[in-house]
């Protein structure tokens, strides 16, 4: 017998017996973020999920990266079978466009875990009523070099809103607020409700959320499509009644060119264990992450994820082929 190992594309064949006679396996790369995420501990699940679902076929790891340009760069380079993504990063980088310009990578969609709205949280006794009230208003565009930094400067700027932006990291960006250095920040929520940081911070200075306008939200939608737009249900904590916000999806995309009969496997035996995924990303529970994948995701799914789906009896929308 011959053991196939396959890391990130670059195949060959190694000699041995494999242990108890059991077929060639093929080697699988997860590309995580940082060891310390709740999202990392999400990728350790999902390698054992599919050593447990598929240990004749696959062997799983998962790898410790820089999130998720990094795992794009990665899958582009045939270092990483699969990867952590935004909707908005992989539609960039699908496409092209903004830090892929010129250098697009083919990496396709195997589903979404997790939708992050991302609030305009701002102090109450300021009394914004819209996002153009925070023309000069000194506030934090999110933590620096993430995902939340970077879509907020590109919706500011479609709105031409120049906010006095602050930088740092979330806990920095927090403290600022509480010390009335700044009059807020834009923040990704948990679900349709405050994240623990932003929860914390209301326990000392009452907040407020600043929703989009329907004129604001038709620009979004015609500029900027790589963003989903979130209706939210307020609350007394947020200081609103419905309103709506921008946002994106949190996923899993795989290498360019990785076949269909592997990304079919990997989607079937994910989506079909539940509670090993919500075991270690409890917001996951209770979820229909196919349908939340088909109604916010932004570039098209792998032919294989497509299939799971169908055979699952969901309709794939033509704009995700």
């Known amino acids: 017998m011959f053991t196939k190992s396959i890391l990130g594309g670059a195949a060959f064949v190694a000699a041995g017996a494999l242990a108890g006679g059991a077929d060639a396996q093929e080697r699988l790369a997860f590309g995580a973020t940082n060891s310390q995420s709740a999202h990392y501990a999400y990728f350790a699940a999902l390698t054992s999920i599919v050593n447990d679902a598929l240990s004749d076929e696959y062997q799983a790891s998962v790898v410790e990266t820089g999130a998720t340009v990094d795992n794009l760069k990665r899958m582009a380079r045939d270092q990483l079978d699969i990867g952590l993504i935004t909707t ?3 539609y960039h980088a699908y496409n092209g466009v903004k830090a892929f310009e010129g250098n697009p990578i083919e990496s396709k969609l195997l589903w979404a875990y997790s939708l992050a709205p991302q ?3 701002m102090q109450r006794d300021g009394e914004y009523a819209s996002l153009s009230d925070l023309d000069g208003v000194t506030m934090g565009p999110g933590m620096r070099g993430s995902s939340t930094e970077a879509t907020s400067e590109d919706v500011f700027g479609l709105l031409d809103i120049q906010p006095d932006w602050v930088r740092g990291t979330n806990g920095e960006l927090a403290n600022a607020i509480k010390d009335d250095r700044s009059e807020g920040f834009v923040k990704s929520a948990v679900g349709t409700k405050f994240d623990a940081l932003t929860t914390d911070i209301a326990a000392f200075t009452p907040l407020q959320v600043v929703g989009l306008s329907d004129e604001e939200v038709a ?3 015609e500029n900027l499509p790589e963003l989903s737009i979130v209706e939210m249900p307020g609350g007394d904590m947020e200081n609103t009644s419905a309103y709506k916000t921008w946002g994106f999806m949190i996923g899993v995309s795989a290498r360019p060119g990785m076949d269909d009969e592997t990304a079919y ?4 035996a994910v989506m079909e264990n539940m509670d090993a995924q919500a075991a270690a990303f409890p917001t996951v529970k209770g979820q229909d992450l196919a349908q939340l994948t088909l109604d916010y995701a932004t570039s098209p799914l792998h032919p294989g994820a497509i299939r799971y789906y169908e055979e ?4 794939v929308p033509d704009r995700l082929r």
């Open 119 to 121: 609030n305009v949280v």
């Open 219 to 221: 620009k979004i939608q």
């Open 88 to 90: 908005s990063s992989l």
């Open 265 to 268: 496997d990997i989607t079937k």
């Open 312 to 315: 699952a009896g969901y309709t």
